[in-house]
């Protein structure tokens, strides 16, 4: 009898396989000798030398993989393991072709098994078939976070937990109403509801109580009874009542106002009609006169009342005309003491209103508010004594200054332009046109229009009275802008002090227009300024301050030849006596605010609310009255 002799090779196989399959440790068993049974003995004797030792390979080397192979790729696989320790690594075993396996071809889903998602939420996946291979499809699921919907939305068994309200329902709870139930489910019923109710006498509040409104704290009507009151509220005093009296009411005197009586409420009484006062009545209703007479009685109708002339804010009908102080006015002031005729400060007027001196605010009566009185406001320097005090922009008359206007004229500048205008306007409310100020306008760039357009400075308007320069600023169009960008409001502000600058760093004779075309693509170019560069002066008076308040939206630019430069423009301001330049600008980082500053002015943000505009014109104004006010101390 023939036994097999094998070779032994252990190889330890941990993982390492295909995607599909997970294999368990294996040994491989390679036949190598066949012997017959009577060299059994003996061989068992010389098998470790003819056999020679076991192969170990280290677990961590080893990776067996299954490959499709001929004759059919999709069942016919053969197992390859590999010692990946070695390099280049080394083949282990090749099992050759094999019909392997896992699972019937033909059945492609095997079974739905459970599984659990990552959020935790308990799901479904297919165990299938391919290709003879045991796969999973992904975990799906229907389960999301709970929501308060009557559905387990989480699958954990349990519906809308920690979503229902205090009613066990979904939603907001609802509020209680006065229905003798727990609406809002707080184990209280009908609690803290009020409401307003009213009846013929007036309004009030109630409660609910039990699912009932009671208690209302409106005043109730009462049976009428003879009293001089209207009892059941509806609006007669004692009606069809013959009012008795007892023995205790003889002299007693009840208010009432009964027709005829026209002059204000009246009394009646009670009278005995016998000497034993068996019997007792009412006397009719009586003017207040015939209870308590007058000096002259005969004035005193006892059943129309003292008729008096002169009507008085009492809340009575003093002129018997059925109406209660009527026509009567009054002067009213309420300002501090002193100011009255101060200035500003005017008196208002007061009418009466059934006994109670005020005025009428948007048709309701307001007591003691004393309408169209002026009373102390700041003060401001407009040549006025605005807080009433008896002393004019803070004790100073106005210094004499001339105040010229250099306004970017660009169609950019068509809502600034309007609130510089509005603003003035306001102040010419107040302003009165003194000579001391005198104010003059330059406007630029401005389009002609030719053959091309040519860009240019205007003096619109030279030195006079305030009326005349806000007359000529207010008939110039100013919605006709174009969209240059050509503002040469910087030559403008040293073409102006041409004439009394100290030190003029380039010479007007030297300066010319450069004639540039625009690069913006208008076409326009800077030929010109009107007057003539060499005539363009402003008539400053001598001795007198001068202030500039330059206003535009773009950064200092210079369009002469040689052009001026920012250093240029300092040094000429500089050098010019008892002069401040100020600024509205819409960026501070343009150097706008730097040239005000070295004058002593100061720049302002640029806007088109006029409100704006005027307080930043106020402050300016307000500089010129307190540096005057403040030179009259130090002297």
Known sequence: MKKMLTLLILIFVIGGCSDTSELSPTLIVEEVIEDSEEDAADAGEDIEEDIGPYILVPNECIECK??????????????????????????????????????????????????????????????????????????????????????????????????????????????????????????KTDEDLIRACGTACGTGYEVCDDGNWISCTAEQPTEEICDGFDNDCDGQIDEELECVCTIQDVGTLFPCQESPLICGKGFKSCECVDPQCTEITTTPCYAACHWFPPSDPSTCDPTIGQIIEQEECNNFDENCNQLIDEDLYASCYTGPEGTLFNGICMPGTMTCNYGEWGSFINEQFSPSHCEDEITPQEEICDGIDNDCDGITDYGEEMKDTDILFIVDWSGSMDDEISAVLIALNKFAQYYSDEEVLQWSLIRGPLPVVGSHYEEHLELTHNLSGFTDFLGAMSSLNFTSGNGTSLEMLMDAVYLSIGNISGALPIPISDLQWKGIVNPTGFGNIVKESNPPIDQFIINWRPGVDKIIIVITDEKEQSYLHPSITNQHLIDALVATPQLKLYTFTRFSFWQWDEISAATGGSNFKLSSNPTEIYNSLMEILDEICMESGSETENE
């Open 66 to 187: 299954w490959y499709f192979c001929p004759p059919l790729d999709a069942i016919w696989q053969k197992e390859i393991c590999m010692d990946i320790c070695q390099d280049p690594p080394t083949l282990l075993s090749d099992s050759g072709c094999v019909e392997h396996l896992e699972c019937n071809p033909m059945q492609y889903v095997i079974q739905t098994v459970d599984c659990i998602m990552p959020g935790g939420y308990p799901g479904t996946q297919e165990k299938i078939c391919n290709k003879g291979r045991i796969q999973y499809t992904d975990c799906v699921t229907d389960c999301t976070e709970e929501a308060c919907n009557y559905i387990d939305d989480d699958c954990d068994g349990a519906i809308d937990e920690g979503q229902l309200n205090a009613c066990n329902e979904c939603g907001i709870l609802p509020e209680e109403v006065c229905d003798g139930v727990d609406n809002d489910c707080n184990s």
